[in-house]
């Protein structure tokens, strides 16, 4: 699904005009966004918890010359689904 069928999705389910649905989805990922940025969890009851993970800096190899380097440590976004999610899908 892409945000497009997402956007004609929730304009179907919530009559709402396309260009509304577009407005209410990128409002959402927005927010989800602008947590995350500022380091905050996002929750979400029976889907999941969007995150920040931390990740450490490791060893690594650059693969057009063969030279090892260091990967520096950063910050990614990530996502672990509620009990209710891993139900539906299984």
């Known amino acids: 699904m892409t945000k497009k069928d997402l956007v004609e999705l ?3 389910k919530g009559n709402l005009t396309n260009k509304a649905a577009r407005e209410a989805v990128a ?3 927005n ?6 940025k500022r380091g905050e969890k996002v929750v979400i009851t029976g889907f999941g918890t969007f995150s920040v993970r931390k990740r450490a800096a490791r060893p690594g190899r650059n693969p057009k ?7 520096q440590a ?15 899908v299984r």
């Open 65 to 71: 010359t063969g030279e090892k380097i260091t990967i």
């Open 74 to 88: 950063r910050k990614a976004p990530g996502f672990t689904p509620g009990k209710t999610l891993k139900k539906v």
């Open 10 to 12: 929730v304009a179907k």
């Open 31 to 36: 927010g989800i966004r602008d947590s995350l």
């Open 27 to 29: 409002a959402f990922l």
